[in-house]
C-alpha cells in the first residue's frame, strides 16, 4: 500500500514537474514573442526618429532659406520702390524746371504775390486783377516763360492744347516747300541771311534749317490737333514745350512763314495791284519794314533774340493762324484799349485764344472758370 500510495504520489509529482516545464516554456515563447514585438516598436521607433530628424532638417532649411528670399525679396522691392520714387521726383523736378508754361495757379493770389506795397502802379495792377476775376470769370493764369519768344509760346501752346487744326489756306500748301519757293520761284537770295533768334545763324545751311523748322511745326501740329483726349493732348504739350530745340523750331517755323505771307502780299501790292489786306499795308508803311527785306533784317531776325513780336506783328499772327488773339491788357485797365483783338477783323469760324500782359512784352494765358 505505501508503495502504491508512493508510486502515485511519484506519478503525480512528474506530471506536475511536466506541466512546470511545459509552462516554462510556454511563458518563455510568450516573453520572446513580447520581446520581438518590443524591439520591433523600438526599432520601428528609432527609424521614424532618424527619418524625422532628417526631415526636420531639411525643413529647417527649406524654412531659413525662404526667409532668407523673402527677406531679401522684401529688401529688394523696398530698395527699387525708393530708386523708383526718387527717379520719378527727379524727372519731374526737370520737367518742370524745363516746363515754358507752367500749370495753373489762382489768379489774385498771383495778384497778391507780384505786386506788394502801396504804390499807386500795385494797386492799379492789383485792382485790374480783382476786374477780371469779378467780370470776366478769370480764376486762374498759367505762366509764360519770360523771354522774347513769349508772345509766340503762349499763343502756340493754346493753339495745341486747345486742339485747334492748321489754318485753311495752310491745309491748302505744302509749308516743308516754302524756303525752296521763296529762293527759286521768287528769286529772293537775301533770305540767307535770316537769324534763328537767339542762335544768330546766318549762312548756307539756312534752307535746310528752315526745312526741318517747317517739319517740326507740320508734324507736331499734325499729331497733337489729331488727338481727342483733352488730357492726353495736355501730356503731348506738357512734353513739346519742355524741349527747348523743339520750341525754337515751331517759333522759327512761325516766323518764317510770317515773312512768307509778307512776301507774297509785297509782290501782288507791287506787280498787280491786287488788294492785300488792310494790316500788310500797315506792316509795310513802317519805315523799318518797307519791304520784306528790311522786314526781315530789322524786325523778324530780332524776334526770340531781342525783341518780341510788337502789335502790328501780334496782329499779322492772329490772321496768319486764323485764331482771334484777346489780349487783356492790365497796365490799361479803366482804358478803351484794356481788352483788344489781334487781329480787330476776324471771321466768325475762327478759334479764340486769349492772353494776359501786364506790359506788352510779357504774356501768360488766363483761365476761366465760370
Not at 93 to 120: C, H, P
Not at 197 to 220: A, D, H, Q
Request: proline share 2%; hydrophobic share 35%.
Amino acid at each position: 500500500m505505501q508503495r502504491r500510495h508512493e508510486g502515485k504520489a511519484s506519478k503525480n509529482r512528474d506530471q506536475f514537474t511536466e506541466q512546470e516545464k511545459w509552462s516554462r516554456i510556454n511563458h518563455s515563447k510568450r516573453s520572446v514573442g513580447r520581446y520581438e514585438v518590443r524591439s520591433w516598436t523600438t526599432a520601428t521607433k528609432q527609424s521614424l526618429c532618424i527619418m524625422w530628424q532628417k526631415v526636420k532638417a531639411q525643413l529647417m532649411l527649406s524654412m531659413s532659406f525662404l526667409v532668407a528670399v523673402f527677406w531679401y525679396c522684401r529688401r529688394l522691392y523696398s530698395f527699387l520702390a525708393q530708386l523708383l520714387k526718387r527717379w520719378s521726383n527727379y524727372l519731374q523736378r526737370k520737367l518742370i524746371r524745363n516746363l515754358s508754361v507752367l500749370t495753373e495757379i489762382d489768379l489774385l493770389g498771383y495778384s497778391a504775390r507780384e505786386w506788394k506795397g502801396e504804390t499807386k502802379q500795385a494797386e492799379h495792377m492789383r485792382e485790374a486783377y480783382e476786374e477780371l476775376f469779378r467780370s470776366y470769370h478769370i480764376k486762374y493764369l498759367r505762366q509764360v516763360r519770360r523771354d522774347n519768344y513769349c508772345v509766340l509760346r503762349a499763343v502756340l501752346f493754346q493753339i495745341f492744347s486747345q486742339g485747334i487744326p492748321f489754318p485753311s489756306w495752310m491745309k491748302e500748301r505744302d509749308i516743308l516747300k516754302l524756303p525752296e519757293k521763296l529762293l527759286y520761284s521768287q528769286g529772293c537770295n537775301w533770305i540767307q541771311q535770316y537769324s534763328f533768334g537767339p542762335e544768330r545763324y546766318t549762312g548756307p545751311n539756312v534752307f535746310s534749317k528752315l526745312r526741318k523748322c517747317m517739319e517740326t511745326l507740320k508734324t507736331n501740329w499734325t499729331e497733337i490737333s489729331a488727338t481727342k483726349d483733352h488730357e492726353e493732348r495736355g501730356n503731348m504739350c506738357n512734353t513739346l514745350f519742355s524741349d527747348e530745340s523743339k520750341e525754337h523750331k515751331l517759333y522759327e517755323a512761325v516766323k518764317f512763314i510770317m515773312l512768307y505771307e509778307v512776301v507774297e502780299a509785297y509782290e501782288q501790292m507791287k506787280n498787280r495791284g491786287e488788294p492785300v489786306h488792310n494790316l500788310f499795308r500797315r506792316l509795310l508803311a513802317r519805315d523799318s519794314s518797307s519791304d520784306p527785306l528790311s522786314f526781315m533784317m530789322n524786325h523778324l531776325n530780332f524776334i526770340g533774340d531781342s525783341i518780341c513780336l510788337d502789335q502790328v506783328e501780334l496782329l499779322l499772327l492772329g490772321y496768319l493762324l486764323e485764331v482771334k488773339i484777346r489780349v487783356y491788357r492790365l497796365h490799361r485797365f479803366n482804358t478803351e484799349e484794356f481788352q483788344v483783338s489781334y487781329p480787330d477783323e476776324y471771321r466768325r469760324e475762327w478759334n479764340e485764344i486769349s492772353l494776359l500782359t501786364e506790359d506788352d512784352r510779357y504774356y501768360h494765358i488766363p483761365l476761366f472758370r465760370t
